[in-house]
C-alpha cells in the first residue's frame, strides 16, 4: 500500500513541481526510467514469491538505475552512446518481460 | 545465446532468494519503499513532460523557420518594386531638374547615349548568340566543364569585338557584373546560371563575329571545342532583347552647374 501511495505522490509531485532536469543529465532520464521499471518487476516478483526484502530493493534499485545511466553514459563517451543504450534496453526489457510473465501467471494462475 | 538464456531464466535479482534464505529481519522500514516509489513515480512524471513538451518546440521551431523565410521573401518583393519605383522617380527628377535649356538637352542626349551603353537601359538591336556549354563527357572528367573563366573570355572577347551590350542566360552584363564559380555553379551578379549558357551581345553584326572569332577569346574557344569536345555555337540573330541590368545604383548625384 505505501509503495503505492508514494508513486502516486511521486508522479503528482513530478507533475506539481514540474523539477527541471540538468541538460547534462537529460538523455539518461528514460535508461534510467526503464532500469527503475526493471527493479520495480523485479521486487513485485519477489513480494509475490514471498522472498521480498526492502535492503535488497533499494540497493538493486540504485544500482540498477546507477550502472544503465553510466553504461550509456561511458558509450557516449567513446561514441557507442546509442548502440549501448540499445543493448541496455534489450536486457532489461527481456527482464521486465520474464518478470511480467511470472507475476501474471502468480496473479491469474494463467 | 547463453547470455540471453541467463537473462531469461534468472530475470530476479538473486539477492532476493539470498536474504530470505538469509533470513533476513522481517521488514521494518517502509519508508524507505515509499521514498523510492515517490522517485520512480516523479522521474516517470519528469519524463513525461519533457518529451510531450520537446515535440511541439521542434514543431513550432520548424513553423517558426519557415515564417521567417516567407517573410523575408515578401521582403525582398517589397524592395525590388521599390527599386524599380525610386529608379523611375530618379529619372523623372533629373528630367525635372534638368529643365530645358540647351545645356540641359545637351546633358539628357549624352545620358541617353550612356544609358546603353553602361546597361542601364533596355535595348534591342542585332547582334550574335554564342551557345557554350559542358562536354558530353564532363560527369568523368571536370576539366571538361565550363569554368568562369571561360565565360569571363567569352564576354572579354566580344567586348574587344565591339559589342555594345551583353548578356548571359538573360542577365545583363555592365562595368561591375561578376562572373565567378561559387559551388558547382557559374554566377553572373551573385546569381547562379543552368546550362547552356547563351551569350547574347548586340553589336555590329557585320563585323562582330568575324572580330570575335579572330580575338583571343576565338582561338581559347576553338581550342575548347576542339581538343575538350565543349558545345560552342555562334550564329548571328536578327532581333536581340537584352533588359536593363538591375544591379546598377546610383551612387552620386550633384547639383547641375547651372
Known amino acids: ?110 | 545465446m547463453d547470455l540471453l538464456n541467463q537473462i531469461i531464466r534468472q530475470p530476479v535479482d538473486p539477492d532476493y532468494a539470498l536474504a530470505a534464505t538469509a533470513g533476513s529481519e522481517p521488514s521494518r522500514g517502509r519508508w524507505k519503499l515509499g521514498v523510492l516509489a515517490m522517485i520512480i513515480g516523479a522521474l516517470f512524471a519528469v519524463a513525461a513532460l519533457q518529451t510531450t513538451r520537446a515535440a511541439p518546440a521542434l514543431q513550432s521551431e520548424r513553423s517558426e523557420l519557415i515564417t521567417r523565410i516567407q517573410a523575408a521573401e515578401r521582403e525582398q518583393d517589397q524592395l525590388r518594386s521599390r527599386v524599380t519605383s525610386l529608379t523611375e522617380e530618379i529619372a523623372t527628377l533629373r528630367a525635372a531638374a534638368l529643365g530645358d535649356d540647351g545645356a540641359a538637352r545637351s546633358v539628357e542626349s549624352q545620358i541617353g547615349l550612356l544609358d546603353p551603353v553602361v546597361g542601364n537601359a533596355a535595348v534591342t538591336g542585332a547582334g550574335v548568340l554564342i551557345v557554350v556549354d559542358d562536354s558530353p563527357s564532363a560527369a568523368a572528367d571536370a576539366r571538361d566543364r565550363v569554368l568562369d573563366i571561360d565565360l569571363q573570355v567569352v564576354v572579354n572577347g566580344l567586348w574587344e569585338a565591339g559589342a555594345e551590350a551583353i548578356a548571359i542566360n538573360g542577365h545583363r552584363l555592365s562595368n561591375l557584373t561578376a562572373i565567378r564559380s561559387a559551388g558547382d555553379a557559374i554566377t553572373v551578379d551573385y546569381r547562379s546560371l543552368t546550362r547552356p549558357y547563351r551569350v547574347e551581345a548586340i553589336g555590329d553584326v557585320r563585323t562582330l563575329q568575324s572580330r570575335f572569332v579572330e580575338t583571343s577569346a576565338g582561338a581559347w574557344w576553338n581550342d575548347l571545342a576542339q581538343n575538350r569536345r565543349m558545345r560552342y555555337e555562334i550564329s548571328d540573330v536578327k532581333q536581340l532583347d537584352l533588359a536593363a541590368d538591375p544591379g546598377i545604383v546610383l551612387r552620386h548625384a550633384g547639383r547641375a552647374a547651372s
Request: net charge neutral.
Open chain 1, 1 to 110: 500500500m505505501i509503495p503505492l501511495v508514494g508513486l502516486l505522490a511521486g508522479i503528482v509531485i513530478g507533475i506539481v513541481l514540474e523539477p527541471s532536469i540538468p541538460q547534462v543529465l537529460q538523455p539518461y532520464l528514460p535508461i534510467a526510467i526503464v532500469a527503475a521499471m526493471d527493479a520495480l518487476f523485479g521486487a513485485f516478483r519477489a513480494y509475490l514469491e514471498g522472498t521480498f526484502t526492502d535492503r535488497v530493493f533499494v540497493v538493486s534499485f540504485i544500482s540498477n538505475v546507477l550502472i544503465a545511466a553510466s553504461i550509456v553514459y561511458v558509450g557516449d563517451q567513446i561514441g557507442v552512446g546509442s548502440q549501448l543504450a540499445t543493448g541496455v534496453v534489450v536486457v532489461l526489457g527481456i527482464r521486465i518481460f520474464t518478470n511480467a510473465a511470472a507475476i501474471r501467471r502468480a496473479l491469474f494462475h494463467a
